[in-house]
C-alpha cells in the first residue's frame, strides 16, 4: 500500500496549524453531556471494534450493563495511557527534534512544526485526563493501574547504550504517530456517546496531521543513518513495533474480575486476543502507515530487514 505519505513532497510542517489545530480551534468543552443516561441506552464509551472480547458470547449473556462498564473500565485505561503517553513518550521524541539531540540538521519548519506538534500532544493529555477523571468518577473506578506498556517502552530506552538514546526515543515517537490514526478516523458519531465522539475525532484528526509529519521526518533522518545505525535501528524499530500491538493482559483480567468474571471465563473471553498469529494480524493492519513510511525511506530494500520483518511476520516474505 502506498499510503499519502508516498503522493507529496515532503513539507516538514503540520499544514495550516493556527486554524487546524485542536488546541487552536477547539472549543475546550469535554463534560459528559447532561442526557447520559438516555444516550446510553443506544451509544457505547469505546468503539466496540477496538475492544472485540465486549462481543464474546459470556459478556453478551451477562447484559449490556456489564458490557458497557468494560467499555467504560477500557475507555478510562486508555486515556489513562494516553495521557502518559504523549508527555512521556511522544514529546521526549518531539524534544529530540526541537533540541538537535539526532546529530542531523533540522530544517526551520521541520523545528517549528515539532513545537506546534509538542503543544498539540500537551492538549491530548489535558482533555483525556479530564474525559478519564469524569468517567472514572461515575463508575467509581479506582483501580487505575499504569499501564504496562508505557513501563515497556520506557524500558526499552534504558536497554540501550546513552548515546543510542536520542534515536531510540525518535523511533519510539515515529511508530507512536503512524499507527492506527486512519483506522481510527472511521468511528462514528452516533455510537458513540457525544463527549467521547468529539474528544477521539479532535485528537485524531490532529494526529493524521502528525502522522505525515512523523513519516517525513522518518525518511529524513533514515537518508542521514549510516549502514550501522540502520541496523540498530532496524531492530530497535522491530522490538517497538511488536510492543504497540501486546495486548495488557494482567489488566484486561484485573477489568474483567472487577466485574465477577473468575480466571477460567476471563481466559475464555480473552482466547481471541492470544491466539499465536493475532499479534502479527495487530501488526499488519494497524501499522500499515508506519511501514509505508520506512518502506519509502528505502528500509526495506535492504535484504536483511526485510527478512527481520517478514520473520516476525509483520510483512510478507
Ligand atoms: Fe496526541
Ligand atoms: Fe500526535
Known sequence: MTGSVSSRAPHYTLGDWNHKAAVRTGKGDYRLPENL???????DWFPSAFIPYTEHPLIQEAGRSIAQRLA???????????????????????????????????????????????????????????VAEQV???????????????????????A????????????????????????LLAITRDTLVCTVYRMLR??????????????????YLWSALDPTQRDLAASMLLQI????????LPWLKRSLASVGFNERSALQIVADVLLPDAHGRRVRSGAVSTFAAMRKAGFF???????????????DG
Do not use: C
Not at 241 to 248: A, K
Open 37 to 43: 443516561e438516555q444516550q446510553l441506552r443506544s451509544r
Open 72 to 130: 467504560a473500565n477500557h475507555l478510562v485505561h486508555f486515556l489513562d495511557y494516553t495521557t502518559l503517553l504523549e508527555h512521556r513518550v511522544v514529546n521526549r521524541a518531539v524534544e529530540t527534534i526541537v533540541h538537535g539531540e539526532l546529530a542531523l540538521p533540522i530544517p526551520q519548519p521541520m523545528k517549528t512544526a515539532a513545537l506546534q506538534l509538542y503543544t498539540d500532544e500537551g492538549y491530548h493529555a489535558l482533555f483525556s485526563n479530564d
Open 136 to 158: 472514572a468518577a461515575l463508575y467509581g473506578i479506582s483501580d487505575r493501574p499504569s499501564p504496562r506498556r508505557i513501563q515497556r517502552l520506557l524500558g526499552l530506552i534504558d
Open 160 to 183: 540501550v547504550t546513552p548515546g543510542d538514546r536520542p534515536l531510540a526515543w525518535f523511533l519510539l515517537g515515529f511508530v507512536s504517530e503512524t499507527i492506527i490514526a486512519k483506522e
Open 202 to 219: 479532535s485528537h485524531l484528526e490532529d494526529e493524521a496531521r502528525h502522522s505525515r509529519y512523523f513519516s517525513e521526518v522518518f525518511q
Open 241 to 248: 513495533i511488536g510492543l504497540y500491538f501486546e495486548p495488557d
Open 301 to 315: 530494500d535492504n535484504e536483511h530487514h526485510r527478512r527481520l520483518f517478514a520473520q516476525a511476520g509483520f510483512i
